[in-house]
């Protein structure tokens, strides 16, 4: 499953008229097209792709990648991807993960090793990739643990010194957990339609659930893409997958 609703205007002028996982970062090759090829290396071939801002563009574009990486793509649409948050984003999806899905950001450009490492260490009902490396700001989506490895804590607003790691955008989510998660993101949304998928996590968290995490092999080159800095980073790492 990949969330690709996004305006990404940060991302101006390429964004004027692509959602921001249409924007290319190795030739033609765009962050959809890598996450679709990610997925597509784990066979992971049935994939929803939640779409809004522009989506025309993805749908013009859907035959040409179900072709090239071998996947059918289903697209759901989120009627209100321009004036709410990603919470709503992911529960217009939730019939989609009833039965457990891989979930990535449309706005992360990372390699297979992502995908691989979650599958190998399935178990927890929710488990999150995150990056333990990386020296941690304020624009992260920064994790704390508590006893037992359990996701504490998952904000943007914690202290970076107080984290253990950031999440990368990347969850896998069994079937057993789904109608917990899409109660999570309901009750998240109807709070405030601003909150983020996470502040879902962050809600069954609050409930006792536990989300695990596992961290990505050491030196993993990623990047979530979010301005400018931010694309040229892209453009560096994503040929080399």
Sequence with gaps: MVLAAGAGRRLRPY??????????????????????????????????????????AIEERQPGLERRYGVKLELVHNDKAEIWNNAYSLWCAR?????????????????????????????????LAVDAEKVLAEEEMKIRLGDGGRVEQITK????????????????????????????L?????????LYYEDGYQHLADQGEFIGTVELPSGTAWVEVDDQVDLRRAREIACRY
Excluded: C, W
């Design 157 to 184: 607003l914690m202290d970076p010194s107080s984290a253990y790691a950031e999440y990368i955008g990347a969850t896998l989510i069994e079937g057993s957990a789904a109608q917990k998660v899409s109660d999570a």
């Design 95 to 127: 019939e989609h993960f009833a039965d457990g899905a891989l979930l990535v950001n449309g706005d992360t450009v990372h390699p297979v090793a992502v995908e691989e490492t979650l599958l190998s260490s399935r178990g927890p009902e929710l488990l």
């Design 15 to 56: 964004t004027d008229t692509l959602p921001k996982a249409l924007v290319p970062v190795d030739g033609d090759i765009t962050i959809l097209d890598i996450a679709l090829r990610n997925l597509a290396a784990v066979d992971l071939r049935d994939v929803v792709v939640v779409v809004g801002y522009a989506s025309g």
């Design 186 to 194: 309901q009750a998240t949304f109807d709070r405030d339609p601003q």
